[in-house]
């Protein structure tokens, strides 16, 4: 295996390997050559910083590229007074976009004090040109840019800066290329997330992410398989599948396979409790589908399905694929086949057109499915996407009364669901020790809600069994037994 290699043992003399993932292999190397002459200056190592601005893809990606500068003899620490800061940004709505530019700010005065400190920037705002542009002009203290698609080039990037002294941009506009067997360096020792494919190829009419995350790659299954049985040999008890579409997942391998039949493999590997995945796309999740989850032993008994809007004629204008009416339909198949299940979603408001009336549909579709929790969003124009130059775009403050509207059914509707497993015995992962409650730990059940219970730090990582004693809106009270 790759990851396991020993840089010591490699040629940096000659020319790089052309191939991946050896080329990278060869710059971390090279990094390695710098960290130790950093060392001897310093005498300590370079510290290291990451933070990650988006989705759960993002994040992964963040353990990947903490894996490399691990790997390269960085150390991590928890804040930006670094030698290397990297921050992985996310562009899915305008407020991402301003949190970046006001840390930028704020690295600026940190690097006037320690001029060697290297700042690098990633992620899906890289991906649009005029991000790009404003940083050359007016952010000129950045050393790297690059994007989604070559973030696995970390360490060639650095060596180049190294060398050429002047803003490294490198930001591919797509590509085909998985590269496998990178260093990762995981958050957490007993859950990991695993991409089982990148990209979308879904075009809803709001969003940025075909343009900035590409076209829809799955990985290959034995790729994914391997990658959890190695996770699971090194104490992961949950991985949680990623996708921006799992549902569609396969459809484009040679040898094509259903994100089902990839769920079946999965569900075999000893040692693996629970499976979880995301995101779903309402309009592939299959009967399929329904009945691997109905019949598994580990798929988590939760499932968050996007609604983004509760009006078939809105759902059209976003290009969703999907009417109110099957949106319904399929939560009750889903239903009847895992009666337990906890639903949560995704919500738009304000979307271009949007009337009293379309507004009314969401608030109704709420009202009948009863979601254990939904994220709600007010609707951003992105550039670029085809939403951004419809007609109609809806005064804001409509939208802020609206949001405040849906936030507040959603969570009266979801203070009541909560509580439905109320005085039962369920298992919980123990994920933490408790923020705020000293000798008590905080975990998770099987439907994602949050339990809080006596205990200490010996049971992070495993599975107690804990009753639920008393239910506190969002999560639970409970004693271990
Ligand atoms: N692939 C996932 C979602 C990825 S983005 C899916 O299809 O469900 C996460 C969420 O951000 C989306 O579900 C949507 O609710 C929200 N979102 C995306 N673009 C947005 C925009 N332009 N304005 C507001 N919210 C948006
Ligand atoms: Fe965006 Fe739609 Fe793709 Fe989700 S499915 S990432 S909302 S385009
Ligand atoms: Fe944001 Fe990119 Fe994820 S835009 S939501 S980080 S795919």
Same mark, same amino acid.
């Given at each position: 295996?790759?990851?396991?290699?020993?840089?010591?043992?490699?040629?940096?003399? @000659?020319?790089? =390997?052309?191939?991946?993932?050896?080329?990278?292999?060869?710059?971390?190397?090279?990094?390695?050559? /710098? +960290?130790?002459?950093?060392?001897? !200056?310093?005498?300590?190592?370079?510290?290291?910083?990451?933070?990650?601005?988006?989705? %759960?893809?993002?994040?992964?990606?963040?353990?990947?590229?903490?894996?490399?500068?691990?790997?390269?003899?960085?150390?991590?620490?928890?804040?930006?007074?670094?030698?290397?800061?990297?921050?992985? @940004?996310?562009? +899915?709505?305008?407020? #991402?976009?301003?949190? &970046?530019?006001?840390?930028?700010?704020?690295?600026?005065?940190?690097?006037?004090?320690?001029?060697?400190?290297?700042?690098?920037?990633?992620?899906?705002?890289?991906?649009?040109?005029?991000?790009?542009? !404003?940083?050359?002009?007016?952010?000129?203290?950045?050393?790297?840019?690059?994007?989604?698609?070559?973030?696995?080039?970390?360490?060639?990037?650095?060596?180049?800066?190294?060398?050429?002294?002047?803003? +490294?941009?490198?930001? /591919?506009?797509? @590509?085909?290329?998985?590269?496998?067997?990178? =260093?990762?360096?995981?958050?957490?020792?007993?859950?990991?997330?695993?991409?089982?494919?990148?990209?979308?190829?879904?075009?809803?009419?709001?969003?940025?992410?075909?343009?900035?995350?590409?076209?829809?790659? $799955?990985?290959? =299954?034995?790729?994914?398989?391997?990658?959890?049985?190695?996770?699971?040999?090194?104490?992961?008890?949950?991985?949680?599948?990623?996708?921006?579409?799992?549902?569609?997942?396969?459809?484009?391998?040679?040898?094509?396979?259903?994100?089902?039949?990839?769920?079946?493999?999965?569900?075999?590997?000893?040692?693996?409790?629970?499976?979880?995945?995301?995101?779903?796309?309402?309009?592939?999740?299959?009967?399929?589908?329904?009945?691997?989850?109905?019949?598994?032993?580990?798929?988590?008994?939760?499932?968050?399905?996007?609604? %983004?809007?509760?009006?078939?004629?809105?759902?059209? #204008?976003?290009?969703?694929?999907? @009417?109110?009416?099957?949106?319904?339909?399929?939560?009750?198949?889903?239903?009847?086949?895992?009666?337990?299940?906890?639903?949560?979603?995704?919500?738009?408001?304000?979307?271009?057109?949007?009337?009293?009336?379309?507004?009314?549909?969401?608030?109704? &579709? +709420?009202?009948?499915?009863?979601?254990?929790?939904?994220?709600?969003?007010?609707? $951003?124009?992105?550039?670029?996407? =085809? #939403?951004?130059?419809?007609?109609? %775009? &809806?005064?804001?403050?409509?939208?802020?009364?609206?949001?405040?509207?849906?936030?507040?059914?959603?969570?009266?509707?979801?203070?009541?669901?909560?509580?439905?497993?109320?005085?039962?015995?369920?298992?919980?992962?123990?994920?933490?020790?408790?923020?705020?409650?000293?000798?008590?730990?905080?975990?998770?059940?099987?439907?994602?809600?949050?339990?809080?219970?006596?205990?200490?730090?010996?049971?992070?990582?495993?599975?107690?069994?804990?009753?639920?004693?008393?239910?506190?809106?969002?999560?639970?009270?409970?004693?271990?037994?």
């Amino acid at each position: 295996m790759y990851n396991e290699i020993d840089l010591d043992k490699i040629d940096i003399v @000659t020319e790089p =390997p052309t191939e991946e993932p050896a080329r990278q292999y060869y710059f971390m190397a090279k990094c390695r050559e /710098w +960290v130790r002459e950093f060392e001897r !200056k310093n005498g300590r190592r370079p510290f290291a910083f990451t933070q990650t601005f988006g989705c %759960q893809m993002n994040a992964r990606d963040s353990e990947k590229l903490m894996g490399i500068l691990r790997k390269t003899g960085f150390q991590e620490i928890g804040d930006e007074k670094a030698d290397f800061v990297l921050y992985n @940004t996310c562009t +899915v709505r305008e407020n #991402a976009n301003q949190k &970046v530019y006001g840390r930028l700010g704020y690295l600026n005065t940190l690097k006037k004090k320690n001029p060697h400190m290297m700042i690098a920037l990633c992620g899906c705002m890289m991906q649009e040109p005029e991000v790009v542009e !404003k940083i050359r002009k007016s952010y000129r203290f950045v050393d790297i840019v690059f994007g989604t698609h070559n973030i696995f080039q970390l360490a060639e990037l650095m060596v180049r800066r190294l060398e050429e002294r002047n803003m +490294v941009v490198s930001v /591919w506009k797509g @590509t085909d290329q998985i590269v496998e067997e990178l =260093p990762v360096e995981r958050k957490f020792p007993f859950k990991s997330g695993v991409n089982i494919m990148f990209g979308c190829n879904n075009f809803c009419s709001y969003c940025i992410v075909p343009y900035v995350r590409g076209r829809e790659r $799955s990985r290959n =299954p034995e790729d994914i398989l391997a990658e959890i049985r190695k996770l699971v040999s090194e104490g992961v008890v949950e991985v949680m599948l990623l996708g921006q579409n799992v549902n569609s997942y396969g459809k484009t391998l040679d040898t094509p396979v259903t994100f089902a039949q990839l769920l079946r493999q999965v569900e075999k590997i000893e040692g693996l409790k629970r499976i979880r995945f995301m995101t779903s796309h309402p309009k592939d999740l299959s009967e399929e589908l329904i009945r691997v989850m109905r019949d598994s032993e580990k798929i988590c008994r939760h499932l968050h399905l996007p609604l %983004q809007s509760g009006s078939s004629r809105i759902l059209k #204008a976003m290009n969703r694929r999907y @009417t109110k009416e099957q949106y319904l339909d399929l939560v009750d198949k889903i239903r009847a086949a895992v009666p337990d299940i906890s639903l949560t979603t995704d919500i738009i408001v304000g979307f271009p057109g949007e009337t009293e009336e379309d507004f009314e549909e969401t608030m109704d &579709v +709420v009202r009948r499915v009863e979601f254990d929790s939904a994220f709600t969003f007010l609707y $951003s124009r992105r550039t670029g996407t =085809p #939403a951004a130059v419809m007609e109609e %775009q &809806v005064p804001e403050e409509t939208m802020k009364n609206r949001f405040d509207r849906l936030l507040s059914e959603v969570q009266q509707i979801s203070a009541r669901v909560c509580a439905r497993d109320l005085h039962t015995t369920r298992d919980v992962l123990v994920e933490s020790l408790d923020d705020h409650l000293e000798g008590y730990v905080t975990g998770r059940l099987s439907n994602n809600t949050i339990v809080h219970f006596p205990g200490d730090a010996s049971l992070i990582g495993t599975i107690v069994p804990v009753y639920l004693e008393e239910s506190r809106g969002f999560y639970y009270m409970g004693t271990a037994g």
